[in-house]
Every structure is written in structure tokens, then in C-alpha cells.
């Protein structure tokens, strides 16, 4: 049984993300992939002990784009329904899977967004955002509130279904609320937990994300 990440995308390259992932998880026992098609849907049960997506999927913010057909489509949509069943039969049957950053960026209202528990909806320029653990809970242990800069993500979260972990706020706009940047849920016999930070290497790599990261993955595979 293997980890598996699925990450990289036009906006999150693996120069960010794999930095801060293997600060988490090193590379022993982990398949880091950028093609969906190398993560094996139909058999995860099988194979996987723990699934890591960090690879956005929804595109349709970027309709406006002038180079959107070269850039985003056709391949943008890879999370078909039939990948989508598959990830949530893995995760109903007992498997673990951690939504980061991107990996939250699914359609309104879908399964897979079901899944997670919540979905992007925007985020302003570039600022210094804070997260700042508020539960008592096995995924904040360790964890202090830290600020960096990154991309302050807001996103629809189906609050009757999951466990708050985090805030987020940022200090450079009077406008912007307070938001939730973590939280996990039980899901048939498995575990889902999802973490908004990690756009920048500042972020991704900062110790207190490493531990995040490192917790999330120990509560979804029942570790802690």
C-alpha cells in the first residue's frame, strides 16, 4: 500500500507544492503524480493507503481567459464522474484523503465536492493571511497560528457536515471576512480533511503547514 499524491496544475506547479509536501512525507512509500490517469481510480482500496489531491479541477473561473483553450481545456475536467465514484467508494470503504489548496477547486455542487465537505468560491490578491487553530482536535495538535504570504481562499463549506479546524484572516483588506481554512468529516468508514493554505512555498513549507499536513494525514489513516 502506497501514498499517493496527485498535484500540479497551471497555477500550482510542482516547484511549490513538492517542496512542501516532502518537507511533510518525504518520498519513501509515496507515488507523486501529475496525470490523473496514474493514480488507479477503480482499485485505490487495493493499493492506496492514503490519497493527496492538490491538482484543481474546475476551471470555470478562467472562462473569460484568452487563451483558454490552449491553457485550460479540454483537459481541465479530469475529475470525470466515474473518478469521482471511485473516490468516494474508496473513501465510503475505509480509505483517507486530504484535499489541499487546489485540490478544493471543484465544481458547485458535485460530488467530489460533497465529498470534501466544501469547495472554492474566490480569493483576493496575493496578502499575508494568518491561520489560527480554534478546535481541540487530533489535526491542530502542535500547531500555532502563523502568518505568510498567500492566496486567502474562500470557499462554500457544508458546515452540517464537517468538523471546523482552523480560521483564516488577513490583516491587509478590512473587507474580507474571517473564513475557514480547515476542517475534516467522517464519511461512511473513512475520513476526509481539507486544508485551504499552501499556494505559496512560504506557506506550503512553514513548519506549523508541515505539521497540518503531517496531522491530516495521521487522522484520515486512523494513525492518531
Not at 10 to 32: I, K, N
Not at 36 to 42: D, Q
Not at 112 to 130: E, M, S
Not at 173 to 201: F, I, N, Q
Request: hydrophobic residues 40%.
Amino acid at each position: 500500500m502506497k501514498a499517493y499524491f496527485l498535484t500540479s496544475d497551471y497555477y500550482h506547479p510542482d516547484e511549490v507544492l513538492r517542496p512542501g509536501l516532502e518537507a511533510a512525507f518525504g518520498t519513501e512509500g509515496c507515488v507523486y503524480a501529475n496525470d490523473p490517469a496514474e493514480i488507479p481510480w477503480e482499485t485505490l482500496s487495493e493499493h492506496a493507503s492514503f490519497l493527496l489531491i492538490a491538482k484543481m479541477d474546475s476551471y470555470v473561473s478562467q472562462l473569460g481567459h484568452p487563451r483558454y483553450d490552449e491553457l485550460f481545456a479540454p483537459a481541465a475536467d479530469w475529475m470525470t464522474q466515474e473518478r469521482a465514484a471511485c473516490l468516494a467508494r474508496f473513501v465510503r470503504d475505509g480509505g483517507a484523503f486530504l484535499a489541499l489548496h487546489s485540490g478544493i477547486l471543484w465544481h458547485a455542487d458535485s460530488e467530489t465536492a460533497r465529498l470534501t465537505g466544501g469547495y472554492f468560491l474566490r480569493h483576493p490578491p496575493q496578502c499575508g493571511v494568518t491561520v489560527v487553530p480554534f478546535a481541540r482536535h487530533p489535526i491542530t495538535e502542535g500547531v500555532e497560528p502563523f502568518t505568510e504570504t498567500d492566496e486567502f481562499y474562500m470557499c462554500r463549506v457544508y458546515a452540517d457536515s464537517v468538523t471546523p479546524l482552523c480560521l483564516a484572516c488577513t490583516a491587509e483588506s478590512s473587507d474580507e471576512p474571517t473564513v475557514l481554512a480547515a476542517w475534516c468529516r467522517e464519511y461512511g468508514k473513512g475520513r476526509v480533511a481539507a486544508l485551504t493554505p499552501g499556494h505559496t512555498l512560504e506557506a506550503i513549507t512553514n513548519p506549523n503547514m508541515t505539521r497540518l499536513l503531517q496531522n491530516s494525514a495521521r487522522w484520515v489513516t486512523r494513525q492518531i
